[in-house]
């Protein structure tokens, strides 16, 4: 190794031709050893640093979308949901309020009645203001959010003439003034076709961002993902190639600097892919098995509230009643459906389901063989059902089942009592229902808030742990770059010296 | 030392297909959207005066013109959209056979439905109600329907819902199709005909003065827009699209348009959308 490599001992060409000769001197050039050993390591230094780059701006991409999920569009898309909510309570209180009359010791109260629509009205500002921030730049999405802001103002307008004019009128539980229900009419047709679909929509729409995001996150990284791969394996490959230049040209078995710059290569490919693959299974479990199902959850207590009040429009409206009953099943069947055509058939048919579960009915076989044609169990309790859970989200949905069942248990009551002619009773159980400490639709809302708990809490860790896999690599990629460089620093520089 | 090199090029190799393949396995693997297509096919009603009828060799209705809106709103020209006519019964085997990408018809969603379908919208939400004749003297609601005929099309529960769901003593006619139980409403066969009221409203809108609505809704009839199950890009499309037709005001202008001739109380507000996960 003490002469010059035989490379170098050829002299440039002789030929005569002009342009020919620097040609031909780089070629001669290129072929020392001092100059290919610049040149693999030139390789290996850009072969490294590329994989350095697309690991950096994959791991910012992932960290990005785990930001947008966890911190900005996910618990905004949650609080839009959750004008619906507000909205629907707001006409459900006012119901109760004209329903009780003079009467204002029915259920837990009027005044109880009257705090809850003001804490609803303020949720529902809340809400409006993260709509506004989430669909900003959206400009058909604006323009909702602000009929919603307006329309609340006309709603309020006409719910505060209907109880006024009852007021005035002293109108005995149950037989509100004919003017103040034209009134109270007015406000919740508004409410129903106007206010609460846009909120509806506005919660829809929030769930599409989040989605959108979470699908373009997704795409970004998994072609990061292939570029980590594949720039790993090239760095890798330029190293080991390194490698066996070096034994082939110096005689050395191994460098051993190389060898850990190629093990430590190889170390952050595989540990970065690995990274990036948990963190995205984190992100998703988190979207699907927490927030998807938290607000699909959230859908169900709002349906449902609106549903316990068609119970006082039921009552206080006897030329619609017939409409408010049906409409009654129409939202419990979004709520939780089996086939059923009229109310008696799906108080039976909620009993069977939140008896057999956790095995739902119509979703097996049928034994005489002929084709099933029932559909199974649906609605937004129906699909959450059908979802895997973790065994305290099971035992939770088991109770929020039950509390769904007594709720229609006592439903059955309350216009039993109304059929038999008992106006007076009818309308002592609908305010027992909806009392707010011990009712049955309390009980139903109290297991399904703790449902959305188990699943927010599950969206958390999901982000949590998303995150804390990402966060390593903030400092360990730059470290693990630099000790590759400098192991290949290590490996290169005493080849060269000996040609110094 | 060959060998050992030899050894360690597949070891490698292996190495190197095995991150690659974790790399890519995170990648999607969908359907196409129908967004995606050059062309769209849309099922529209071809029987229904007032939303999808056949006639000089196109469609004409009030579903034929939401249906053209919504295609422009999902990026299709006006030439590359198709419209075929599709019966109530074939609906769902249509879009699951891909025959059609869309279905704008008259077309309910209902939970079962949605096990088969992605439903865009809904785009309107019809009522159940009763039409009689207009010199009918003695039915004002649906109670008075007591005694009385009433017809429903064919594969319809349309009156059963008031015989068996309201427990009314009324005696159900089925007739081949809605508009036979126009024509026997007309030669006093039957006294009542109940079903959407905008499906009324559409008969009803051909001759204003022979019919009136009993106007006592109690259904609620989401008409979807039916899409490829699980197509939830156009999915959002389509609510997009709605949202806007609401907010222009074309769909005030086509409700009015087709069935502003009746009394029919037409919603013009933007409905409830179902969802499109």
Not at chain 1, 215 to 244: I, N, P, Y
Request: charged share 25%; glycine share 10%; proline share 3%.
């Amino acid at each position: 190794m003490t002469t010059t490599a035989s490379t170098s001992v050829r002299g440039p060409s002789s030929s005569s031709s002009g342009d020919e000769r620097p040609r031909a001197r780089l070629r001669a050039r290129l072929r020392t050893t001092p100059t290919r050993l610049w040149l693999l390591t030139l390789a290996a230094v850009v072969a490294v640093g590329g994989l350095a780059v697309s690991a950096g701006s994959t791991l910012d991409r992932a960290r990005d979308g785990m930001e947008v999920l966890g911190h900005d569009a996910g618990p905004q898309a949650m609080a839009t949901t959750e004008l619906y909510l507000a909205l629907a309570d707001m006409d459900a209180q006012t119901a109760d309020v004209l329903l009780m009359g003079t009467d204002h010791e029915l259920g837990s109260g009027r005044e109880a009645a009257e705090e809850r629509y003001a804490e609803s009205r303020a949720r529902a500002n809340e809400a409006l203001l993260q709509a506004a921030s989430l669909t900003e730049g959206d400009t058909v999405e604006e323009v909702n959010v602000q009929a919603v802001l307006d329309g609340i103002g006309e709603y309020e307008r006409s719910v505060g003439e209907a109880l006024l004019l009852n007021d005035e009128a002293g109108a005995p539980p149950g037989e509100v003034d004919e003017d103040a229900l034209e009134r109270y009419r007015e406000g919740s047709r508004l409410m129903h076709t106007d206010l609460m679909p846009k909120a509806f929509n506005l919660g829809l729409d929030s769930s599409a961002i989040v989605r959108a995001n979470h699908e373009d996150g997704r795409d970004a990284v998994a072609l990061g993902l292939v570029l980590v791969g594949g720039s790993g394996v090239l760095a890798v490959g330029v190293l080991a190639g390194f490698q066996l230049y070096l034994r082939g040209r110096f005689r050395r078995r191994f460098s051993a600097p190389l060898i850990a710059a190629t093990a430590a290569t190889a170390v952050l490919t595989v540990g970065v892919v690995v990274a990036l693959n948990g963190s995205g299974g984190d992100q998703s479990r988190a979207k699907e098995e927490g927030l998807d199902a938290a607000m699909a959850l959230s859908r169900a207590a709002a349906v449902a509230t609106d549903m316990q009040a068609d119970q006082s429009r039921f009552l206080l409206d006897p030329e619609h009643a017939d409409h408010h009953r049906q409409v009654y099943l129409e939202r419990a069947q979004a709520v939780l459906f089996r086939p059923a055509s009229d109310l008696d058939e799906y108080y039976g048919q909620v009993a069977e389901v939140a008896e057999s579960y956790p095995d739902l009915p119509g979703s097996g076989e049928r034994d005489d063989g002929e084709e099933d044609t029932d559909p199974g169990t649906l609605g937004y309790l129906g699909e959450v059902a059908r979802e895997a859970l973790l065994p305290a989200e099971r035992e939770t949905l088991g109770e929020v089942l039950t509390a769904y069942d007594a709720l229609q248990d006592a439903d059955r009551d309350m216009r039993a009592l109304d059929e038999d002619g008992d106006r007076s009773a009818a309308i002592d159980a609908r305010m027992d229902i909806a009392h707010h400490e011990d009712g049955a639709f309390t009980g139903y809302t109290d297991a399904l808030d703790r449902l959305i708990d188990l699943h927010g809490a599950q969206f958390e860790a999901g982000i949590e742990g998303g995150e804390r896999s990402l966060s390593v690599w903030a400092w360990l990629l730059p470290a693990g770059t630099v000790l590759v460089l400098v192991l290949i620093a290590a490996g290169v520089r005493p080849r060269l010296a000996e040609y110094r | 030392m060959r060998n050992r090199h030899r050894t360690t090029t597949p070891l490698l190799a292996a190495a190197a297909a095995g991150v690659l393949a974790l790399a890519a396995c995170s990648g999607p693997g969908e359907e196409p959207s129908v967004l995606e297509g050059d062309t769209i096919t849309i099922g529209v009603k071809f029987d229904q005066p007032g939303l999808g009828l056949a006639e000089n060799g196109g469609f004409s209705g009030f579903d034929v013109d939401v249906a053209h809106y919504l295609a422009e709103g999902m990026g299709f020209e006006r030439e590359d959209v198709e419209l075929v006519g599709v019966t109530s019964a074939e609906r769902e085997d249509k879009i699951i056979g891909g025959e059609v990408d869309m279905v704008v018809a008259t077309y309910s969603i209902t939970p079962e439905r949605k096990t088969e379908v992605t439903f865009g919208g809904p785009y309107y939400v019809a009522k159940q109600d009763i039409l009689v004749r207009a010199d009918e003297a003695g039915i004002d609601t649906v109670r008075d329907l007591e005694g009385h005929d009433v017809c429903q099309g064919e594969g319809s529960n349309s009156a059963s819902r008031i015989t068996d769901g309201l427990g009314i003593g009324a005696t159900v006619a089925d007739a081949p199709s809605y508009s036979s139980c126009i024509e026997w409403l007309s030669d006093e066969r039957v006294d009542a005909v109940s079903t959407d009221d905008l499906i009324l409203a559409g008969f009803l809108a051909e001759d204003p003065s022979a019919y009136r609505f009993v106007n006592n809704p109690f259904t609620d009839e989401k008409y979807g827009v039916g899409l490829p199950h699980g197509d939830v890009e156009a999915c959002e499309a389509v609510n997009k699209a709605i949202n806007g037709m609401y907010q222009d005001g074309t769909a005030g202008e086509l409700l009015e348009g087709w069935f502003g001739s009746t009394d029919l109380e037409l919603v013009k507000s933007v409905p409830q959308f179902e969802g499109c996960g």
